[in-house]
């Protein structure tokens, strides 16, 4: 994983809106723009809350988000991750693999603790950060709205420093 530069916000917008049809990893229900993610991608900070990308064959096949949780000064040992990744390379390890990698660089980062906000019927990325000792912290119930349908939100979180 590197570092993402602002040449890259492009792929990472294409993954993520990749995801948003599958009504399982993201509550936008339409494509963001990048120029609507710019903002966000500014807000990283590669030695505090860094947006990092993996590469193979130097293309963006993947990224992971650390965000300061809730903004707040008390809660800045703790940081929310997202991982996303592209539709052909789902399914294959990338995502254990960025999870580990990501995992390892809390200390650098000073983060103690690590939360992640899924849906809780996306079984798939809560077995994956189960299978890091990531437990259940909290459970928002039919908080989100799509395509008529109401889906609870899962809070997952871990001690890691």
Same mark, same amino acid.
């Given at each position: 994983m590197r570092n993402a530069t602002e040449k890259d916000l492009e792929d990472i917008v294409t993954i993520y809106n990749s995801t948003i049809a599958t009504r399982q990893s993201t509550?936008?229900?339409?494509?963001?723009?990048?120029?609507?993610?710019?903002?966000?991608?500014?807000?990283?900070?590669?030695?505090?809350?860094?947006?990092?990308?993996?590469?193979? +064959?130097?293309?963006?096949?993947?990224?992971?988000?650390?965000?300061? /949780?809730?903004?707040?000064?008390?809660?800045? *040992?703790? @940081?929310?991750?997202s991982i996303y990744i592209s539709p052909v390379y789902r399914g294959k390890g990338l995502g254990r693999l960025l999870l580990a990698e990501s995992l390892e660089l809390t200390t650098s980062l000073s983060i103690k603790n690590i939360v992640c906000f899924i849906f809780s019927h +996306?079984?798939?990325?809560?077995?994956?950060?189960?299978?890091?000792? /990531?437990?259940?912290?909290?459970?928002?119930? *039919?908080? @989100?709205e799509m395509d008529g349908k109401e889906y609870s939100l899962s809070i997952i979180g871990k001690r890691v420093n």
């Open positions: 509550a936008d229900t339409k494509e963001v723009s990048v120029e609507s993610k710019l903002e966000w991608f500014r807000e990283h900070n590669p030695e505090k809350r860094p947006l990092l990308v993996h590469e193979d +064959n130097d293309k963006i096949v993947g990224w992971v988000s650390f965000q300061s /949780f809730y903004g707040r000064p008390a809660y800045d *040992n703790t @940081a929310e991750i +996306n079984l798939a990325s809560i077995k994956l950060f189960k299978s890091f000792g /990531f437990e259940n912290w909290g459970k928002l119930p *039919n908080v @989100a």
